[in-house]
């Protein structure tokens, strides 16, 4: 059995670039959380990027922001611990 490769249009070569440089710029100002924030809102677009393009990068971007906060909750909580 042949895998055929799917291949990408320029748009999710744009998001996924957009997601890269998101990470590092996120994990530069905001640490540890911020690059989850930027992974899981690239893993949700991604998921629902067949469905509407739209959506997915709508989704994408409320999932990276809920995820940093749920993080940085976290991440807060335990230095409180300390």
Do not use: H
């Amino acid at each position: 059995m042949v895998k055929t490769k799917e291949k990408t249009n320029w748009s999710d070569r744009i998001v996924t670039g957009a997601a890269i440089v998101g990470a590092i710029i996120f994990g530069r100002l905001f640490g540890f959380a911020g690059i989850g924030g930027a992974v899981a809102g690239w893993f949700v677009y991604n998921k629902l990027k067949n469905n509407n393009f739209f959506l997915g990068i709508i989704a994408g971007i409320i999932a990276g922001i809920f995820a940093y906060v749920i993080l940085a909750f976290v991440l807060i909580s335990l230095i409180a611990q300390i």
